[in-house]
């Protein structure tokens, strides 16, 4: 079953992570909403309605930033998967069964006292680190966002990922910033446009507009003193690059000999007093590794989703009698857009 350390450990790595997201989110669409504002200045009503036509394009700073949070979300989720596995004694499990499981992060090959030479030739490119399972959960949980070169660095050691490898997912994740980017733009040029339009039915003046304007960004949650739009957009974009990478590593990742390791897999909402009638039928539930349940409850299910799933090794099938879930509990069921397995980086949220 999941332990508390299991859940504290990446309790705190989600959310000290997407809490640095926000933060950094504020700032960023603080540039979005003065760029807004300056386009603003001079335009009345009429003119937002009829005329005013800033770029609907996505800032440079918007998308790159949005990037980032991708990025490091997915390395965050195949770095904690593999932790997971040494936490629950791949190595020993490895050594019994006198194979070297191929395609493993070299925090893990360092763990089997290979020479330099022998871990080049299973994965090209790394060098290995032996990491004790504290300290590499401290580090990941005090993460924060980063540009490409510095997470390949700070990563290369702790997931199965050559440098090109690492370059493909990078631009996966600008091309997916960039459409959240779009959409985030383009929104709140939309409400300023409906605020225009509001402001001719009544009358406004021009100060007026612009009074109601300042105040529609308030209203939009995308600012310091009301940003729960952006801890939506943040949070739930965070969670759903941590679980895609976590589900590639699990169902397209691994050689045979890591399958065999973890035969089930358990679900864990964020134990909170408030888990959701989505999430809370499934808390607990052990399933077969290939059981078709995992097609549609991956985590997440919705927005602001912190659900996990935890590998469930043999020595816990072993040492605890644990057999799977046959029964699939009633549920609503993930909410639309939420209700198949994730892509590479996750859902998107905006």
Known sequence: MVSSEFDRNHRTVIRNFYTHAIEGGVKQWARLINGLKTNLRDVGP?????????TPLPPDYLSDYIAKILLISNLLGQATFWQDLMDRGLVRWARRQKEIPGGLPFMALAEFKLELETAKEIE??????????????????KLAPMDSDRAYEFFKNKVPMTRIQFDRLSQLARNEAFTIAGSENIALIGQVKEVALDALKDGLTQHEFKKATWELFDAAGVTKTSPWHLETVFRTNVCSAYNAARWEQTFQGPTEAVEKFVPYLEYSTSGGANVCEICEPY??????????????????????????????SVFEVMDEGLKPDTIYPDSPGPIKGFDGPPSALGRRAA
């Open 46 to 54: 009429e003119a937002a309605v009829l005329g005013w036509q800033p």
């Open 283 to 312: 808390n607990g539930r052990i399933y077969r590794r290939d059981d078709p349940i995992w097609d549609t409850i991956y985590p997440p299910l919705h927005f602001n989703c912190e659900c996990l799933v935890a590998p469930v």
């Open 124 to 141: 090209p490119g790394f060098i290995p680190v032996a990491a004790t399972s504290g300290a590499a959960w401290i580090e990941l949980q």
